[in-house]
């Protein structure tokens, strides 16, 4: 995809070739102010870039496996501990220590698990069953404040797509949450990195505006 814009430093959007990575790229082009947005699976870009953006979707082993096939692993750690850092659906979840799903380790940056939906929680306030994944729109709730809740309200509708929710061993790192037969942490927030559940590049106005917040993002 063409890079976009060029004067105010890099937006890199990690490819380690799991998913259309389109219109996350798209969505984040709209709301660049001027900086250069490209997606890439070159190592040395994401060292370079001034932002990086960590989405994808697939499973948690074939994910883990693509970062190392592809040498992604160090730049992506070393992205995470000094620049404002935005994970994107299973891009939230690989942060975490270790996964249900294939039963994997992640990347070790926030302490805590990704799990599976309880099967034997899964009603809705009727009583009703609801399917997993959890696909639609949802609220998400603001556990605390946060510069990239920024003109997006308490209660805000987000579009999700996912079997597995992360959770955290501190919950000071939880900035949002959601309720889908259980409650469950959507967002979560250290430091330069805000990671989230929910798809942003496909949650219209909300959506966008985090982006946005994202690329103003001064941590």
């Known amino acids: 995809m063409a890079a976009v814009g060029a004067a105010k430093g890099k937006i890199v959007v990690v490819d380690y070739g799991m998913g259309n990575l389109r219109s996350v790229w798209q969505a984040l082009a709209h709301v660049a102010d001027g900086r250069q947005v490209l997606v890439s699976s070159d190592p040395a870009e994401v060292t370079a870039a001034e932002r990086v953006v960590f989405p994808g979707q697939g499973a948690m082993p074939d994910c883990m496996r693509e970062i190392e096939t592809r040498g992604l692993r160090a730049a992506v750690l070393e992205a995470a501990r000094n620049k404002p850092f935005l994970g994107i659906c299973i891009g939230q979840q690989m942060l975490f220590d270790h996964s249900d799903e294939g039963d994997v380790p992640g990347l070790g940056l926030i302490a805590g698990g990704v799990h599976h939906f309880p099967a034997e929680k899964m009603f809705d306030a009727t009583g009703s069953k609801l399917k997993v994944p959890h696909m639609g729109w949802n609220e998400v709730r603001h556990a605390r404040q ?32 959601t309720t889908y037969g259980i409650p469950f942490t959507s967002a979560v927030a250290r430091d330069n990195i805000f990671a989230i559940q929910c798809h942003p590049e496909k949650s219209a106005v909300d959506g966008l505006t985090l982006l946005a917040n994202f690329v103003a993002w001064k941590p």
């Open 146 to 177: 946060h510069a990239l809740w920024k003109g997006i309200d308490d209660g805000a509708r987000f579009y999700f797509v996912h079997s597995y929710f992360v959770e955290p061993l501190d919950d000071g790192y939880v900035v949002g949450t």
